[in-house]
């Protein structure tokens, strides 16, 4: 209940919409990053929402369908391991949160951000919270959705690249997925900026 009382705070202020930003996969060896935004309605109770770390993966995808459904609106936006390499995970990041809140069909009258970065060159009102999805029931609705969207896609690659295991550890560095990688090299989705990738092609 206290995530729901955060965000009434800038309801109680006369907003109307209030955008909570989050973001799955800045620490993985492999795969995109994948930021979501979530306005929820204002009086709006989801039983059982938390920072989506927190959750069972199958109570994540039960909340995954019910965000949706009651959410005013939500996006979702992924940038792949190709543009992370290019400009940074940090700004790969960043990227990703600013291109979910411009594809919402509205403009927000503020963005919760989970974090400490705001977004560069938005014209909307934004406070950072350091642990937000834990605090803001919209950024652990966003936690959710990106979190959920990640997974998915991750499975979807371990099909297509069987011999990492990309279903069970989701990119991050794993035991199994670095002996993996030394056994039979990196595969398309392997971000080639991230160590001990990168130090193992100097």
């Not at 306005?39 to 770390?53: A, G, R, T, V």
């Not at 039979?184 to 160590?195: E, Y």
Request: hydrophobic share 40%.
């Amino acid at each position: 209940m206290d995530l729901f009382a955060f965000d009434k705070f800038f309801y109680c202020k006369g907003l109307k919409f209030v955008a909570g930003i989050d973001e799955a996969g800045r620490g993985p060896l492999a795969g995109p990053v994948v930021a979501s935004t979530v306005i929820l309605p204002k009086n709006c109770l989801i039983d059982d929402l938390n920072d989506s770390k927190q959750l069972s993966p199958k109570k994540r995808d039960l909340l995954f369908k019910i965000i949706k459904e009651k959410a005013l609106f939500y996006t979702v936006s992924i940038v792949d391991n190709y543009i992370i390499d290019k400009i940074n995970i940090l700004q790969a990041t960043l990227l990703a949160m600013k291109n979910s809140v411009l594809q919402l069909e509205i403009k927000p009258d503020i963005c919760l951000i989970d974090g400490n970065c705001k977004i560069k060159d938005l014209d909307i009102a934004q406070e950072t919270i350091v642990g937000g999805d834990a605090k803001s029931a919209a950024i652990a609705a966003a936690s959710i959705l990106a979190k959920v969207t990640r997974d998915n896609l991750m499975g979807e690659y371990a099909k297509k690249y069987p011999l990492y295991g990309f279903d069970k550890h989701k990119g991050y560095g794993t035991k199994k997925h670095i002996e993996a990688i030394n056994q039979h090299g990196v595969c398309p989705i392997h971000r080639m900026s991230f160590a001990p990738i990168c130090n193992m092609h100097n």
